[in-house]
Every structure is written in structure tokens, then in C-alpha cells.
């Protein structure tokens, strides 16, 4: 970046690029100015609907410089602040309107590398919801060149103002960002005294720390496919925006393979030996090992990369969140298609599944397991303890089986387990279970992962005349999956109260 001065004001250019976007644009400039095999920055699609989130992002490139970014239109309107915000009201801020941004970007914290557009480092400085103070339409608003918003951030908080600058001073795109007169407007504050991450605590400084270099980075991992452990990392680096949302806070159990898929592998629950004294730990009482277990929580880019490093093919995290162990904060149903099991009969698994939840007032989303299956997934409220959500999960289970009763089974045994059927497994809900979390890799050849998916690809597949599931499922690949949609938007969806669905389906299925 470099700066270039326009009469009264210090004018970004980004990267080269004149400060020349136009109003309602897509996301082609935004693509057309990226190596997304490079950066790890995400490729995203636009929304069908846009939020309201707002996002300032602290961009250290050629320039020090802070994105201010306004979910609209299904985007991320952007503007780049050279100075930062102010919550000062007699201050006005330069702000360059620049391309669109996926919504993925609203969480994207880590290097841009040298070469790349914009290479420099990325963190979240600030994020929060905003709401308009003046009309309904936030687009019709932007492309009368005047926008009045209340920010609710961690850092900004109360009304702002973008307004389009006018008049033989101002280029195109420059705006200025001005705090309204409110109460909290605070003319001795400086954004400078804030420095850190509101997502993982990083400042620049932090970011700029080499976030560790790969030991032994041509090991084979997948003989198959030549795959390295240096690609390994690379896709956890690409992904890492993507995947984070969904380990934070979550302990975590380990598959690891030192020597490759075709070789001895482990689960770990503890620590790494040696592990650096930044990692993040829990440390939980087991029963079952009748020892106290120090699990990893994975809640930034460098221990994810530190945990890829190590080998660690594949990241099963907990239903349950930290600060909330004993209550999930997701429900798992887990499809396990049986030898013969056609894909369109696991998708009808899964389709039932989706519409007997959706009967009682509960939506749910789908992903592959990375492997065969299929994972249905339903995001709760953290108020209901495993007991209660395990009674429900073997409700929906048995609502399933009797709308499906030769294509669904329960029994564990796997010899006993008829052939072409899909196995239920109600057992995976429970403390200490964990499940393949979204985008994580799996140990079969090609290094499929587990992808978020529609329900209407599920729909698709029961036209599918497919025999194997996990040939369908492998599609998906550390080759491509960074560059796929993100259907979930990097959330297991909004959290829901178990407790009125569990009473209906009481209800409901008891007369039924």
C-alpha cells in the first residue's frame, strides 16, 4: 500500500490499485485480486440475506491501516481507515471505500504472504452488530453516500456516521467516518491504546511472530496421493478462519499418524509433550482412566498449525463448550451407512432425520463425515444436561427407524448390523464424545475432509443412483475444500431451547 496526497487528505491506494470501487459491487474485484492458492485469505460467496454484523479488522501491510466493514447486501461493504476510528466527535476520519469482502472475512485473522495482494497481517480488531438510526434500507442508504448507524462492538459503541465526500477535495471513493455527539463519545480515547485481537487476543506484534516453521515437511502423509505434512499444514493455514469457530473453546481429542495413514496412529487426549507454554489446555477429571487429562482447546491460527505440525490428520472436538461441559451446545445424530447402504438411502436417513427435528420446532444442518457417513447436526442452547439431550436424540431415533424400519438399525455389533442399512448411532451423544469437526481431515486417500453441506444437495441424492457413499463425499479434498462455499457461514447455527422441542415430541410421538 502507499499513500498519496490529495490536496487536504492523505489518500490510500491500495496495493496499487486507484481508490475506484463502485457502489453495489460483487465479489469479482475481490477474487480477481487474489491467489487463493496462496493466500489463506477465504474465497467466500456472496449471501442470500445479509445480518448485521460490522467488523474492523487492524491491517498491518505496506501501511498500518484499520477495515471497517458493514455486513449489507450479502457482503461486507468495506472502507479502509488510515488512522483508525475515533470516538472523538470533532474528529473526522478519512475512509477509502475499497471491493466488497466475503462475510468468511469478518473472522479472518493471519498473514498475507509477501507478493500477494494486500500481504502484510491480519487481525480482528473489533466486531459487533451495528443498527441503521436513520431509514430502513442500509443499501439504499449507502448509495445515497450517507449512512447514520449505533454501533454494539467490544471496542465502538454508540452512533457513527460514513457520509460520501463531495466537492473539488475528495476523490471517488473517499468517505469520511465521523462519531455522533452521544454518550459514549470519548475525545481522549485513541484506537492506538487498543491493540490486541477481539477474537484471539493477538496484536500485530504477536501476529508477526513466525505462527510455528514444519518439522520434516515433505513426510509422506498419504502415500497414495504423495501429500506431505507441508501440504497438511498449508490447508489447515488456508482453512483456518473457517475451522476455528467451530473448535473454540472445545476440548479436543487428537488423531494423529507420525508416519502416514498407512502406518501406527493415536488418539491423544493430553497435552503434547514439549508443547509450547501459549497452547491452551483444560485440565478434566476422568472416571474412566481415573486420572486428571490436560485436553488442547484450539482457539487460534498458530495451535492450530502447531497441532498440524504434529501429524494431527484429524481434530474430534467435544459436543460441549468449556465453560459449559456438562450441557452440549450441539446434537449430534451420526449416520453410519453399512456395506451396500446406496447414497440415496443414507441422504432419506438423513432427510428424516432433518424433518422430525423440524417437526417439533428445531432446525438442523448436514455435513459429511469426511469418511461414509453422514452427520446431522442441531445447535442448542447450553442449558440442558447430556442425560436429557441423549433421551432426545434416542427419541428422534426411534421416530426415524419406525418411518424407515428396513433401511435404519441400532445394533452395535457391527457383524450383527444388516447389510445396505444406515446404523443410528444414539451413543455418540454424551460427555467426553467428540465428533470430526467441520473442515477437518480424514485418514483415507485422496485427504477428504468433513464438509458443511445444503439440505438441498442432500435432496439432489435421492436421484442418485451412487453405490458408495464415501466416493460421493470425496469430492471434497484438502485440494479444494478452502475454495469451496461455506454454507454455514462458520456457525453450527443459531442455538435453540431443547427443552420445548423434547416436550412437544412427548406429546406428539407419544400419539402418534
Known amino acids: 500500500m502507499l499513500y498519496v496526497r490529495a490536496r487536504r487528505w492523505d489518500v490510500l491506494v491500495v496495493d496499487g490499485y486507484p481508490p475506484r470501487v463502485m457502489a453495489g459491487s460483487t465479489l469479482t474485484a475481490y477474487r480477481k485480486r487474489r491467489n487463493f492458492s496462496r493466500s489463506p485469505e477465504p474465497r467466500g460467496a456472496r449471501a442470500r440475506q445479509a445480518g448485521a454484523r460490522f467488523v474492523v479488522q487492524l491491517h498491518h501491510a505496506s501501511h498500518l491501516h484499520y477495515d471497517f466493514r458493514l455486513e449489507m447486501d450479502g457482503v461486507l461493504k468495506s472502507w479502509a481507515v488510515p488512522k483508525g476510528p475515533s470516538l472523538d466527535p470533532a474528529v473526522k476520519r478519512l475512509a477509502m471505500h475499497v471491493e466488497d469482502h466475503p462475510l468468511a472475512y469478518g473472522t479472518f485473522e493471519g498473514r498475507i504472504p509477501e507478493g500477494s495482494y494486500g500481504a502484510g497481517d491480519v487481525i480482528v480488531w473489533d466486531s459487533g452488530t451495528y443498527e441503521l438510526l436513520e431509514g430502513t434500507s442500509g443499501l439504499a442508504a449507502y448509495r445515497r453516500g450517507s449512512l447514520k448507524f449505533a454501533l454494539h462492538g467490544k471496542k465502538l459503541r454508540g452512533g457513527f456516521a460514513l457520509v460520501k465526500m463531495k466537492g473539488r477535495d475528495s476523490t471517488e471513493n473517499a468517505w469520511l467516518l465521523i462519531k455522533e455527539r452521544d454518550t459514549e463519545a470519548d475525545p481522549a480515547w485513541r484506537a492506538t491504546a487498543h491493540p490486541a485481537s477481539v477474537l484471539s487476543g493477538r496484536t500485530l506484534d504477536d501476529a508477526t511472530d513466525p505462527m510455528p516453521a514444519v518439522s520434516n515437511p515433505e513426510k509422506i502423509l498419504f502415500p497414495d496421493d504423495g501429500i506431505t505434512k507441508r501440504d497438511l499444514v498449508a490447508y489447515y493455514q488456508r482453512i483456518a478462519q473457517r475451522i476455528l469457530p467451530y473448535l473454540k473453546d472445545r476440548p479436543l481429542m487428537l488423531e494423529r499418524y507420525p508416519n502416514g495413514i498407512g502406518g501406527p496412529f493415536f488418539f491423544a487426549k493430553d497435552m503434547p509433550r514439549g508443547a509450547p507454554p501459549w497452547l491452551t489446555t483444560v485440565a478434566l477429571e476422568s472416571e474412566s482412566a481415573k486420572r486428571t487429562i490436560n485436553y488442547v482447546v484450539c482457539n487460534d491460527e498458530r495451535s492450530l498449525l502447531y497441532l498440524a505440525n504434529l501429524a494431527t490428520i484429524t481434530l474430534h472436538a467435544w459436543q460441549s463448550r468449556v465453560s459449559s461441559l456438562d450441557c452440549p451446545d450441539v446434537l449430534l445424530f451420526d449416520l453410519d451407512p453399512m456395506p451396500g447402504c446406496p447414497l440415496r438411502r443414507v441422504a432419506r436417513v438423513a432427510l428424516s432425520v432433518r424433518d422430525i427435528v423440524a417437526s417439533v420446532g428445531l432446525s438442523s444442518r448436514v455435513k459429511t463425515t469426511g469418511g461414509k457417513g453422514l452427520h446431522v447436526i442441531v445447535a442448542l442452547q447450553p442449558d440442558a444436561p447430556y442425560a436429557v439431550v441423549r433421551r432426545f436424540a434416542g427419541l428422534v431415533g426411534h421416530r426415524v427407524r419406525d418411518a424407515l424400519p428396513d433401511q435404519v438399525t441400532f445394533e452395535r455389533t457391527i457383524s450383527r448390523r444388516p447389510p445396505g442399512t444406515v446404523y443410528f448411532d444414539v451413543a455418540q451423544v454424551g460427555r ?61 447455527g443459531k442455538p435453540q431451547r431443547l427443552e420445548p422441542a423434547f416436550e412437544r415430541a412427548r406429546n406428539e410421538w407419544r400419539n402418534g
Open 432 to 492: 467426553g464424545k467428540t465428533f470430526a469437526a467441520p473442515y477437518t481431515v480424514r485418514a483415507r486417500s485422496g485427504a477428504p475432509v468433513s464438509m458443511p453441506l445444503t439440505w438441498e444437495r442432500v435432496e439432489a441424492w435421492l436421484k442418485s443412483r451412487s453405490a458408495d457413499p464415501a466416493a460421493a463425499f470425496a469430492q471434497w479434498r484438502i485440494a479444494n475444500a478452502a475454495d469451496s462455499p461455506d454454507p454455514w457461514q462458520s456457525s453450527y
